[in-house]
């Protein structure tokens, strides 16, 4: 398995997308999330530090856009954070998409302190954005990297926030928190349960509420979260 998290990791290095190799070789979900901690591993090993978890595919909007409907989880690390109004350069990436996400902050025992808005870039890996579930999973659930807004205390309620995604000022997606699992807050116990152990102060991302987006070069992309504010990114 380590050689599929070695492709893995030089197709993201490079920018060049790879054939489904982690379903053509005959792997299930369970053995795929072995792949994506050694591919993760790969990076910890280049000083990378891990940040946090995200949640993939929590809403029918992300299970539609890709063909897959089972809920996913990544490893976040502190190479993929982009501070909130930031420029990034998106010349690495292979076909880039960014997609409005809601943010939660965790304690050592694994509970929500603290919530954001948040943007996520996600870049998979294999050719024209297509994948099995075990793929995706290999692939460290298309993670590539994220922006998070201003944090604030936890308000009473999350569960029907409205939820837009601008490019260069005009809308492009529309949607709700109640998309994500019913109410983003469930996705921090899956995102706990799934990963088994956090640490205090990581990030946990839900997953988005609507479709992502492809990211061009020489855009300014927001995401605004009813009651919850905004945070934006810049791409070269
Ligand atoms: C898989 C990652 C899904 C989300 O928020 O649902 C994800 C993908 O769409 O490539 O990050
Ligand atoms: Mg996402």
């Known amino acids: 398995m380590s050689d599929l998290a070695e492709r893995l990791d030089a197709a993201a290095r ?31 090993a280049r000083g990378e530090r891990l940040v946090g978890i995200k949640l993939g ?6 299970m ?12 976040l690390t502190d190479a993929m954070a982009i ?23 965790l304690d050592a025992s694994g509970n929500a302190t603290a919530v954001a808005p948040a943007l996520e870039i996600i870049d998979s890996r294999y050719a024209d954005f297509k994948f099995s579930l075990a793929d995706v999973i290999a692939d460290n ?22 939820v837009l995604l601008e490019v260069d000022g005009r809308v492009v997606q529309i949607g709700s928190t109640a998309a994500i699992l019913g109410d983003p807050r469930r996705a921090v116990s899956w995102g706990v349960r799934l990963a088994g152990k956090v ?7 839900a997953g988005a509420a609507t479709a992502a987006v492809p990211l061009a070069p020489g855009v300014h992309v927001r995401a605004v979260v009813e009651g919850l504010g905004t ?5 070269a």
Not at 83 to 105: C, K, M, N, W
């Open 57 to 62: 595919l929590t809403s029918r909007a992300k």
């Open 141 to 162: 659930s298309s993670a590539a990297a994220f922006a998070i807004g201003d944090w604030k205390p936890l308000p009473g309620g999350l569960d029907n926030l409205g």
């Open 231 to 235: 945070v934006a990114v810049r791409t």
């Open 14 to 44: 490079d920018g060049v997308a790879i054939p489904q190799i982690v379903s053509a070789a005959g792997l299930d979900a369970a053995d795929a999330y072995t792949v994506q901690e050694a591919l993760v591993a790969r990076r910890l």
């Open 83 to 105: 501070a909130d109004g930031a420029t990034v350069d998106t010349s690495g990436y292979i076909h880039p998409r960014i997609e409005p996400e809601v943010a939660f902050l």
């Open 199 to 205: 640490d205090p102060g990581w990030v946990l991302l």
């Open 64 to 75: 539609a856009q890709v063909g897959v409907d089972e809920v996913i989880w990544g490893r």
